[in-house]
């Protein structure tokens, strides 16, 4: 069997007033993230793990932010997409696993719904996504509240 190790990063700044959406799920907040999609730090970065794995590029070149096609775009719709091109190469996904950093809002009690549509969307089980949520205990940007990063690895086999 043939097997490919992506890893995604992303990164968004947070503000107020705008809609949090993280790994599909719409995270009850004051604070949101700033991004030309809907900026959802997590698929973002999974889905740069996808295409890294299957070596098909990043998501800035599949869908770049100055094409007004994905302005506001549902990152679920990306994720899907990015899984189309993946399965066209003739890969599976064999697990993924996120870490997202973020003080605050807590997101701890929305790792299951995560996990849950992340899957749904990349047609695979739940026990093959993992979803993890972390502070960066008060320290850098992620700790002083102005933003949220997210790194994702992605296992693929065929």
Avoid at 14 to 42: C, Q, R, T, Y
Wanted: proline share 3%; aromatic share 6%; hydrophobic share 45%.
């Amino acid at each position: 069997m043939d097997y490919r190790i992506g890893h995604g990063y992303d990164v968004h700044r947070i503000e107020p007033g705008l809609k949090m959406w993280l790994g599909g799920v719409l995270v009850s907040s004051e604070l949101g993230f700033v991004a030309h999609s809907d900026g959802d730090v997590a698929i973002h970065a999974l889905c740069d793990a996808l295409l890294g794995a299957a070596a098909l590029g990043d998501i800035g070149k599949l869908f770049p932010d100055n094409d007004d096609k994905w302005a506001g775009a549902d990152s679920k719709e990306l994720l899907r997409i990015v899984m189309e091109r993946v399965r066209e190469k003739g890969w599976e996904v064999s697990n993924v696993d996120i870490t997202v950093a973020l003080q605050a809002p807590k997101i701890g009690h929305c790792v299951p719904r995560m996990r849950e549509v992340l899957a749904s969307v990349m047609d695979i089980e739940k026990d093959q996504v993992s979803v993890k949520a972390t502070t960066t205990e008060r320290l850098g940007f992620v700790g002083r509240g102005e933003g949220c990063e997210c790194w994702a690895v992605a296992l693929l086999h065929r």
